[in-house]
């Protein structure tokens, strides 16, 4: 992914894709003092541009890292980098790191770096192919509590534990993974946000040791706006059972339903079509 041309915005530049290279003593690569976020362009304009940049910023702030642009620089420099690559329907990396000035745990002298990638990458999954839904095993790793990580930034640490869900869910035959959280509720996948049907109401787990989504937050509002009910609340697995429909929702995954999470089938249906369809719309809108 390193080898191919086009640029990348590094440090208030566009450079060449080639040379964005960091050095092998970088903070961020040590000790995971780095935040990113994951953007989707459509027909050349990014969906929630300016909060996905305010996330970045305060990413870095629960860290200790002060990026050093705002979220107006960053959005401008976002939209540089679009252009310069000519990306018309893509996925936009953003990433803020601790550098290599200093090594150790401490790295108060080292400088808060930011770069900008982006690359063509097209919604593949007509409507008609994601209503056959995906399976989700269940992860063992627990999504830790909000004293023991800083689980409200989109910190590259907390990955950590996300891929290797995600590996030994895909070593098994499964596309994703549901992870559980230190309380044994219901919490996410490892990239995605989740929504269940239960008699007709949207519930969803309350988001207080992983991230809010942005998906999340756009498809609460507009299953509102569709009149359908939502539950914000805790969600045990064992009540799986009852819901009909489940799916996940995230910058990449949009809204993908969900056949199967371990025991508990799921069958994608009316509701899930109906948010898929206005999801559609409005990132294109
Ligand atoms: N949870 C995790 C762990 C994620 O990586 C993502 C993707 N950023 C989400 C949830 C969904 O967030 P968003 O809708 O803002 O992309």
New binding site residues.
Partial sequence: FDDRDGFIWFDGKLIPWRDAKVHVLTHGLHYGSSVF??ERVYGGTVFKLAE?SE?LVRSGEILGMTVPYSADEINAATNETIKANNIVDGYVRPIAWRGSEMMGVAAQANRIHLAIACWVWPSYWSPEARMRGIRLNISDWRRPHPQTAPTAS?AAG??MI?TMSKHKAEAAGYEDSLMLDYRGQVA??????IFFVFDGELHTPTPDC??D????R?VIDIAKKRGLKVVERAIMPEELSKASECFL?????EVTPVREIGPYSFTPGEISKALISDYDTLVRS
């Fill in positions: 976020e994951g996905h996330r989109k907390l990955y996300c996410e996948a490892t990239g995605a946000n992983f991230l989504g942005i998906t999340r756009t929702t995230g910058t990449a995954a």
